[in-house]
């Protein structure tokens, strides 16, 4: 067996815990451990390392009002700091917010070169209205405004939106985590697969609870992962999860005991327990770490995470 066959035979069960830090879907006012600042974001991100995540998932906000952020420069407020703090792999963002347009979406990973980038698959309806039923009072004028507009959004990422961000970014070396909110999402992965604008080893990240995506029922869970596996090959890609809200830990746990990667972190859910706030996304990462350990599971260290993804290398970033 060469070295490289050995290496691959290590790293084939392990589990890729990835943490997504503040992302654009929770405002302010719905909990006081969600990180806004710069120094919030990046201490939150080494924390959520140190727990146990080899990939941080990050998004920028205004640090004065918590508003999601997609230029660079707030990006680049944070990124030296997470980079020179762990060994995590730094995932930017090129979601940004549904009510962005893709060329404002994907300049942070068009600038700074991160190893791994999101990708949302498909438009959606994006529906964060229902919040409104839990979340009376504001402290900054725009949450209740942004949240209400979501009855009449569509997330956009057309075919040409999602060819743009990969040509964008191209020339980058950056890998993709491909966000899957539907069926249709991974039969649009396929195709972007067949014409070779995307490669093997893909990370298909399954996002449920979204209203206006898929749901989280376990057979929605199992349905995504068989569709994948009939669409994309077994061998072509590595499965994650995200479970949004009270859905995370469950729908991690049933995705990890039967071969999957997770996601967790408080851009998916404030909440660490029933009515039970998250203090910290390392809390949430500590949490889903114990599930896998008790499956009997072991998690993968980031250059493990590297190795089975194919990335070119935290020295190889722009930042």
Not at 51 to 57: F, L, N, T
Not at 142 to 150: D, F, I, M, S, V
């Amino acid at each position: 067996m060469s070295a490289s066959t050995a290496a691959k035979s290590a790293t084939k069960n392990k589990v890729i815990i990835s943490c997504a830090i503040t992302g654009a879907i929770h405002t302010p006012s719905m909990s006081p451990y969600l990180p806004v600042t710069p120094d919030e974001i990046a201490r939150s991100a080494i924390g959520a390392a140190e727990a146990g995540a080899a990939i941080v998932h990050l998004h920028a906000r205004n640090p004065e009002t918590g508003r999601p952020d997609q230029s660079p420069e707030a990006f680049a407020k944070f990124l030296p700091t997470i980079k020179s703090g762990c060994n995590a792999i730094i995932n930017i963002t090129t979601g940004g917010s549904p009510t962005m347009l893709v060329e404002e979406r994907v300049r942070p990973a068009a600038v700074h070169k991160p190893e791994l980038a999101s990708l949302n698959m498909g438009s959606i309806n994006f529906a964060l209205f229902p919040m409104l039923a839990r979340f009376k009072e504001f402290k900054h004028d725009w949450e209740r405004a942004y949240l209400e507009g979501t009855r009449d959004l569509i997330f956009r990422n057309t075919f040409k939106d999602i060819e743009f961000v990969l040509k964008t970014c191209l020339d980058n070396g950056t890998r993709f985590e491909f966000e899957c909110y539907d069926i249709g999402h991974l039969y649009n992965l396929a195709h972007f697969l067949d014409r070779g604008l995307v490669k093997p080893p893909l990370f298909v990240q399954s996002v449920f609870g979204i209203l206006g995506g898929i749901g989280t029922h376990p057979e929605d869970v199992l349905m995504m992962r068989r569709t994948a596996d009939r669409l994309l090959g077994p061998d072509t890609y590595r499965w994650s999860v995200l479970g949004a809200g009270r859905a995370q830990m469950p729908i991690a746990a049933t995705a990890a005991a039967i071969g999957g990667n997770v996601r967790v972190g408080i851009e998916d859910s404030l909440w660490i327990g029933p009515g039970q706030l998250a203090t910290s996304n390392a809390e949430q990462v500590t949490k889903v770490r114990q599930i896998i350990d008790g499956l009997g599971l072991q998690i993968a260290t980031p250059d493990e995470a590297r190795q089975i993804l194919d990335l070119k290398g935290a020295d190889k970033v722009g930042f």
